[in-house]
């Protein structure tokens, strides 16, 4: 996985000297880099050197290759004409591996996110003002069917979301209820071991709104400080959700591949939240600065919060902490072997630092207190939220929010 560092992103290229416009003009993360267009570079008045390095790093990005960066764009050709280079040439000429350039040849390759292709209109400069125009969009690209939110639940403004989302399908044939999801229980060590249970309903809201939260680092930006250096004041965990709703990933070890693995490909849909109005947030139940150093902007460029007394996890377990042991959680768990292979695949690295039996999750939380909208329990460890779940759910959000703001305008309009 590449990093989401943008001055790694940039290199030594010629896009190290547009850093200072780059980050004026608001493109100033990795994800939100990737999705700019013809009319996007243009108004920044890039030459087509320039152009041309952001084809190739975008292209190295999303296959993990950024270590070529400097050497294909030094090369002087553009992206077409790297990719029609033999194979042989690649590895004399800049010294790529026989892994690499199969990774780096194949066109196909499923790390190129169509999500994000759909959102190249979507600039920095007015993601803001077409988040309206933009929502019939995720019709296309999730791969759920939403529907809006009936005009009769619209008019009760202080109705839970855990009420007005319950009926929404997300197939054809299921009804989502309860708003919990976790991955399936398979029997391990041939049905000898049973997994642990879950909970199948929805935390309180009670339960996670006065966690008191302290943040380690902020939202990372071009030239952000690696780290807070001054210790920040404890928060309740309200606030976070105040103002827009908000995912919280819960990880269970910042060190751990899976999980890096899974912060990863969820902010890498940066854009598509930040269009929706959410903001992401990493929880973790464990404080050691260095594993956060290498977690933070490299795997995950939100915000990164401390929870000391791991609230957020206890809810996730209905009230307790969901542990597994290594021996049956995953020697045992085929599953979860499952899980570390696909996390192997992305070439992130680990280690083992830190307390790994304790299981995360996600949480998606409504602004100000109309609650937990959608909660997502590591049964197995490595198991990830659906992102087309985490998505549609998020959407419905900002439907349901219109649909009250739209309300209240209308009731306004008749006193």
């Known amino acids: 996985m590449a990093s989401f560092s943008v001055e790694d992103f940039v290199g030594n290229g010629v896009l190290k000297d547009l850093l200072p416009t780059l980050l004026k003009e608001g493109w ?17 008045n890039m030459t087509q050197q320039q152009k041309d390095a952001l084809e190739i790093r975008s292209y190295l990005h999303d296959r993990a290759l950024l270590q ?4 294909l764009e030094a090369s002087g050709k ?9 194979t042989v040439d690649l590895s004399s000429q800049f010294g790529m591996k026989r892994g690499h350039i199969a990774r780096f040849v194949d066109r196909t390759s499923a790390c190129a996110d169509p999500l994000l292709k759909s959102y190249a209109p979507l600039t920095a400069r007015n993601r803001n003002s077409i988040v309206s125009r933009n929502n019939s969009n995720f019709k296309s690209y999730a791969s759920v069917n939403s529907r809006k939110i009936q005009a009769s639940s619209s008019m009760n403004h202080d109705k839970p979301l855990e009420q007005s ?31 642990p249970p879950v909970v199948d309903s929805v935390a309180p809201y009670s339960a996670i709104e006065n966690i008191s939260v302290q943040k380690l680092t902020p939202e990372y930006k071009i030239g952000m400080e690696r780290l807070v250096k001054t210790k920040t004041p404890p928060m309740k965990a309200s606030e976070l959700w105040r103002d827009k709703p908000a995912v919280l990933l819960c990880i269970r070890r910042p060190g751990c591949i899976m999980c890096r693995a899974e912060a990863h490909q969820l902010y890498a849909k940066k854009p598509i939240f930040d269009a929706l109005g959410i903001r992401l947030f990493a929880v973790l139940h464990e ?5 956060v150093k290498n977690f933070w902007p490299r795997y995950w460029g939100g915000v990164v919060l401390f929870d000391r007394s791991m609230k957020f996890f206890k809810a996730l377990g209905g009230g307790q902490l969901l542990k597994d042991s290594f021996i049956s959680g995953f020697i045992f768990n085929p ?13 992130s690295e680990q280690n083992f630092k830190g307390e790994g039996e304790i299981k995360g999750g996600l949480f998606i939380v409504g602004r100000e207190k109309s609650g937990i909208a959608y909660q997502f329990i590591e049964r197995n460890f490595g198991d990830w939220a659906p992102l087309a779940e985490v998505i549609d759910i998020c959407s419905k959000l900002q439907n349901q929010q219109q649909s009250q703001e739209e309300s209240i305008k209308t009731s306004q309009q008749y006193e």
Not at 32 to 40: P, Q, S, Y
Request: aromatic content about 6%; glycine content about 6%; proline content about 6%.
């Open 165 to 195: 989302l319950a009926d929404f399908k997300i197939k054809d044939d299921h009804i989502f209820k309860g708003i919990v999801a976790a991955g399936p229980a398979e029997p391990r060590a041939c049905g000898c071991v049973q997994p």
């Open 68 to 71: 070529y960066g400097d050497k």
């Open 28 to 44: 100033d993360d990795v994800p939100t880099l990737k999705i700019m267009n013809k009319e996007d570079t243009d108004a920044m």
């Open 287 to 291: 404080h050691i600065e260095s594993e």
């Open 335 to 347: 599953r979860a072997i499952a899980n570390y292979k696909r996390a192997k695949a992305t070439g």
């Open 78 to 86: 553009c992206l077409p004409e790297l990719l029609s280079i033999s």
